[in-house]
């Protein structure tokens, strides 16, 4: 009787089902979508802590996938934790047409925008328990400033059974999660991060405050290599040969520049992008000598029409009408730089003429 108590007791300390998912994937597609969800609704300015919406995947094995999203009305009371509303109507009807489009993608479970967990978390997952028994919460730090580490923390509820015989409450249990996707969609994701673009910043400052968050990230985790294997070569860590063997990996990655040819192919490669950078600037040097040229005539043909018609009005509507063709013969007659010389001394020659 004993045992079978004990037996009992460890089976109520977690949910049946609960522990078959040991690892959370989060595809960037719903990175992406949490991001826009957080910026469309325009949380940075009016001050709302956070977002919430559902997210579809399926369940591989003990492996969660999560490949898509959307979002849902939601609003909370910023005093009273207890006090919130979501629209789970708009959420049945935006999940029966995403089941249309693809019936394998199930809601299992939802996310916010965090950055962290809430009080009111364990309610909210109580009601999408109703869509998905085992309801997972992705918290997505939309706001997140340090370079290292995942933006995503990946939660479960389990109940929590107490000795004194008082109630069972429900917490939440920390799931390892990573990001990742197929190749398909790393090539979608790739296209669609190249319209996104910050407007209070410039093209030349945001890739180059990009650079160096990415470098000083490199930078970090070049330090925490150093660190593990300064404790494993001390003898106070035992030696991994898993992430030994991915480190022999990157050391295979880089280049041995003391070999000629490797050497001869990185000059090759930085000649070759000088040279697009040499034709380049010598090509707007060209155009803007073309333009300084056309400018230079058609003033010059401007004076000489002035001179040669004097202040009659109909002689200025005939003025008029001659910059008109001047500048729309410019614009068609784009890379005649070679004739300009020769235009130059046709215009000289009439007033030379007339000096005499």
Known sequence: MTLDTVKDESLKRKTPGQTKIKKVVVHPLVLLGVVDHYSRSGKVTSGQKRVVGVILGSLNGSILDVSNSFAVPFEEDATDPDVWFLDHDYLESMFA???KVNAREKIVGWYHSGPKLCTNDIKINELFRKYAS???LVVVDVRRKEVDGLPTEAYIAVEEVHDDGSPTTKSFDHLRSEVDAE???EVGVEHLLRDIKDTSLG?????????????SGLLRQLCEIR?????????????NHGVIYHLQDIFNLLPDLKLHDTVRAIHVNTNDQMLVIYVAAIMRAILALHDLISNKLTNRETERNEEGLGGNPESKKILDQSKRTALKSDNLDNGKVVDAGAKLNDIDSPKKKTDK
């Open 203 to 215: 093209s030349l400052s945001q890739r180059i405050g990009c650079q160096l968050d990415g470098l």
């Open 134 to 136: 085992n309801s997972v």
């Open 227 to 239: 660190e593990y294997l300064q404790l494993v070569s001390s003898g106070k860590l035992p030696v």
């Open 97 to 99: 047409m995403f089941k």
């Open 183 to 185: 190749e398909a969609e």
